[in-house]
């Protein structure tokens, strides 16, 4: 102890606690501005790409369809309903008819016509360009503008599902005249002639929305404003719930619905979709012991999809199969995979391991940190595989690593064992079918094997009006891909909304295909 | 004319440990595997899609080509555009510094506030305030940020006390909102200032305590205010100046964790989402400017040392 201490020790205590309470004094009198408040949604993250046609980004598509009009959609059963063509006509195999809507506009006030459906549906069929979506579509052999309401595409061979991929967010309707004008850049900006308009984007912060004018529902929507707030933490999006700063949120958390469930005046909504993760499986790479079917067979027997629905998800998923549940069509379910034992699986498995000369095969798991679920599912299938004698590490990964290890179009870049990611269903079971076919995606083809006999499947499949017949070609294309055991279907991939109920009155539907998760925004209305 | 040679030495190093940082940056951010063009158009797009983003950023050319381009253009004051949002990174960065400048400020004035008094009465023993001071000491720098700053999410969400989580806007938009935005991140970075300047004034305290000026100085029969005024604050000083510059160097960088749990648009959250998307004109600049801050503020610590010190200044130059 020194002198100087025990001097002031004896001497009167001065507290500095009045200022360490001073700064850390709270505000609460300042008040909130004032005036109409508009729709706060609490975004994970932030739109990636504003070109539609661009854009591969799910996320990024359910503002786009804030913004942006298709010329069609589709209802809480996947059927197709009119949007920007108020009806239509397939008037040969190949050739459909599409009526305008009279009244749409782009928000900058110009009318919507034939001119721009054509010009953004070559666009997007670009074949120097072409995306998956220009694929989906397939070849076109002419758009044309019939009068300035009314456009034919003549299809150079029937595709089924249309209809279905022209409600898709990739398929938006852009304003051409602006954009060869070099007026409007779709790369930097959004001009659509969906229910809102962007008046300011700060990126990474917000995006600031009002209404469409030029809407062609009128009266709609009800609520001028709309603000997309990025919070990529959870537990801030909860806590704008809680405090009701924001009035609707989406997440990617299974454990959603409970955390939201603890918070009062807030409803949750499990939306469903035709969307299912998958496990694929590196059926190309000379390192990897996926390329001996055999051993990708074995891992396809020992998956057990009840047992990560439940654990993952709580039971608010189920098992999926190659053509999404959703569709009501039960063509996948008779496969061995679903239908055995699990002792029984699990007996086979190791008897295929065995067989190829693989009876403990070392694999790496590759589950990207770009979804909170993609670990978790891992999770359960590392003893699930163990069970049949995998030994499983599994490797959390960085997205841009993800995909340049396992969506790349360079096979000396693919390089992985296993990996998780999903599919979108749409609204046609054809158009999720398409990602097996060989070469469809350039990103697949890194570790897709080749199984000819699909490709020319899926081409009647695409072909086949809806019908039994059509069925009989899915249930066989479902017969492929278990035995080609390359991607296998896991379970289905729920969306997660929580929104106070005691400030908005929305709705959402129960299920969706196309990520439009505020299709009835036109209707929300501040309670 | 000696602190002219001073800065102008400071200077020269400063320059070359920024062209070293923006080696680092620009070498590591091309050794990440993924490319931007992936994240941007996503793993479906064709191969000449993704050829022609590449070659519209230039980086279809050689690594010492671009990294020049590059370096040219930033010392010219030219950040580049983002390749996610075609938008000027320079725009991009003065828009979110305020966000990031005012959470510093918090933290700073909480830290300088709570941190420098208790650090000094624990280092003087006076009362309980050691037992005080040890114990903010060690609770403040343990407690990691995210789970400080979660805590701080569900207590002023559950309960209105008047900060609220998200909804950033800037000063000059609503003083109230954006001070209400900014109170949470910046108290939960503050408790680890406070700790951080409790452990250095107390230590520092502690040691100036022990020197011999202190014992003439209680010998000769001064009250023991003018001791701690004259004798222990200023020698004191150096070490706490020391921490507070690196402590205000890393938040002017931007203080990722709380800029995420907090959905506070600025600088840290800039570049860890650019990150994320391989967006490398951003996270180069982003860097850059983190490393430039650090130098700047330490920089002006150092000449402080020469104030609060004057033999600092004397040894310097022999």
């Not at chain 1, 408040?37 to 804030?66: N, R």
């Not at chain 1, 459909?96 to 054509?118: I, M, Q, W």
């Not at chain 2, 003065?94 to 300088?112: D, F, G, H, M, N």
């Amino acid at each position: 102890m020194t002198g100087i201490s025990c001097a002031l020790r004896r001497g009167r205590a001065w507290l500095p606690a009045a200022v360490a309470a001073a700064s850390l004094l709270v505000l609460p009198g300042l008040a909130l501005a004032q005036g109409q408040k508009p729709v706060i949604w609490g975004k994970p993250s932030e739109v990636l790409s504003t070109d539609p046609h661009s854009s591969g980004d799910g996320s990024s598509w359910t503002v786009f369809y804030l913004i942006y009009d298709q010329l069609l959609s589709t209802d809480d059963k996947l059927n197709i309903t009119p949007k920007l063509a108020e009806s239509w006509e397939q008037v040969s195999p190949t050739s459909y008819v599409f009526r305008l809507r009279k009244n749409a506009a782009f928000s900058n006030g110009r009318p919507l016509t034939s001119a721009d459906v054509v010009g953004s549906l070559k666009r997007l069929t670009d074949p120097q360009k072409a995306r998956g979506w220009g694929k989906q579509i397939g070849g076109v052999n002419d758009v044309v503008a019939v009068d300035a309401h009314t456009v034919r595409i003549d299809l150079a061979k029937p595709n089924t599902a249309l209809l279905s991929i022209l409600s898709v967010a990739t398929t938006s309707i852009l304003p051409m005249k602006e954009i060869e004008a070099g007026s409007f850049d779709p790369a930097k900006g959004m001009l659509g002639s969906g229910p809102y308009k962007v008046a300011q984007h700060r990126q990474d912060e917000a995006w600031l929305l009002e209404r469409n004018p030029h809407y062609w529902q009128s009266g709609k929507p009800l609520m001028d404003k709309m603000t997309i707030r990025v919070m990529p933490d959870d537990a801030a999006r909860l806590a704008g719930l809680r405090d009701g700063s924001i009035d609707v949120a989406t997440f990617e958390n299974p454990d959603t619905p409970r955390l939201l469930g603890a918070i009062p005046s807030v409803q949750s909504v499990v939306q469903k979709t035709p969307n299912y993760f998958h496990l694929d499986l590196s059926g190309l790479n000379g390192n990897s012991v996926f390329k001996d079917r055999r051993v990708r067979q074995a891992a396809a027997l020992v998956v057990d999809r009840p047992a990560i629905a439940n654990a993952v998800f709580g039971g608010e998923s189920a098992v999926e199969y190659a053509v999404p549940s959703a569709f009501g069509k039960k063509l996948c379910d008779g496969l061995p995979s679903y239908t055995l034992p699990r002792k029984e699986r699990v007996a086979k498995a190791k008897a295929l391991l065995k067989e190829a000369g693989h009876p403990n095969p070392r694999i790496s798991l590759i589950a990207s940190s770009v979804l909170v679920t993609y670990p978790l599912i891992a999770q359960v299938l590392q003893p699930q595989l163990q069970e049949a004698g995998f030994s499983v590490q599994v490797q959390q990964v960085p997205v841009a690593e993800w995909y340049k290890r396992v969506l790349t179009t360079n096979p000396k870049d693919s390089n992985f064992d296993a990996s998780l990611t999903w599919f979108a269903g749409f609204s046609d079971p054809g158009i999720v079918l398409n990602w097996w076919t060989s070469g469809f995606s350039p990103v697949f083809t890194t570790f897709l094997e080749p199984v000819a006999e699909y490709g020319d499947l899926m081409a009647q499949v695409r072909q086949t009006p809806n019908g039994p017949e059509r069925d009989r070609l899915m249930t066989r294309a479902c017969g492929l891909i278990e035995s080609s055991a390359n991607m296998i279907p896991l379970v289905g991939k729920p969306d997660y909304i929580g929104f106070r109920r005691d400030q908005l009155d929305a709705r959402f539907g129960p299920l969706e295909g196309n990520f439009d998760v505020f299709k009835y925004v036109a209707d929300f209305k501040r309670r | 004319m000696r602190i002219v040679y001073y800065l102008a030495l400071r200077l020269a190093i400063a320059a070359l440990t920024l062209v070293g940082v923006s080696i680092l940056v620009f070498a590591g951010l091309r050794l990440l595997p993924g490319g931007f063009e992936q994240m941007v158009l996503g793993p479906d797009a064709s191969v000449e899609a993704r050829a022609e983003l590449v070659a519209k950023f230039g980086l279809d050319q050689s690594g010492p080509a671009q990294y020049v381009k590059w370096l040219a253009a930033a010392a010219a004051g030219d950040l580049g555009v983002s390749m996610a949002t075609s938008k000027p990174v320079a725009d991009e960065m003065l828009r979110r510094a305020p966000a990031t400048v005012q959470v510093a400020l918090i933290a700073t004035a909480t830290a300088l506030a709570v941190g420098l008094p208790l650090g000094l009465l624990a280092g003087l023993g006076v009362g309980r305030w050691r037992s005080v001071g040890r114990v903010v000491g060690a609770l403040g720098a343990s407690v990691p940020e995210v789970v400080l700053g979660s805590v701080l999410v569900y207590i002023f969400s559950r309960w209105s006390l008047g900060a609220t989580v998200g909804g950033y806007v800037p000063l000059t938009e609503d003083l109230g909102v954006s001070l209400r935005a900014t109170l949470l991140p910046g108290m939960s970075l503050g408790i680890f200032g406070i700790a951080l300047l409790v452990r250095t004034t107390r230590d520092s305290v502690q040691r100036v305590l022990t020197d011999g000026h202190v014992l003439t100085a209680v010998s000769q029969g001064r009250t023991r205010w003018q001791i701690v005024r004259h004798h222990v604050l200023r020698n004191a000083s150096i070490p706490v100046l020391t921490v507070t510059a690196t402590y205000i160097g890393y938040l002017l960088g931007g203080a990722l964790i709380a800029e995420i749990l907090f959905s506070v648009p600025g600088i840290g959250l800039y570049v860890y989402s650019a990150l994320g998307n391989r967006d490398y004109a951003v996270v180069q600049a982003g860097v850059l400017l983190a490393a430039a801050v650090f130098i700047a503020v330490n920089t002006v610590a150092d000449l402080g040392y020469a104030v609060l010190d004057p033999r600092i200044d004397a040894r310097r130059h022999g």
